[in-house]
């Protein structure tokens, strides 16, 4: 069992193989993708392991500390659509 939250009022229990970076790698595979090929976004520690497995990995202004401490890019908060203008931003260098 795997235990995380995204928010002081939840709790996520989760099988221990199953997390956001195992998603993000088994995507990766089914598309024939390479880490420094996707780009994923986050703002908590429930994503830590998402944005782990990616080399374009982006927290966004309102996100914890932990996550902004890792992230490789750093993007306007959520209320300012920071992810989609980060993406767009990454993608423009495809």
Known sequence: M?????HPSNLEILHPLANKGDAV???MQQLNCTPEEAVACGDNA????M??????SVAVAN?????LAMARHHALSHREDGAAKMMEQLLGQA
Do not use: C, G, M
């Not at 795997?2 to 995204?6: N, R, V």
């Not at 429930?46 to 392991?49: E, G, R, S, T, W």
């Open 63 to 67: 996100a914890t500390d932990e996550v």
């Open 46 to 49: 429930n994503d830590l392991p």
């Open 2 to 6: 795997s235990l995380t939250s995204s």
């Open 51 to 56: 944005l782990q497995a990616v080399y374009h």
């Open 25 to 27: 790698r088994w995507v």
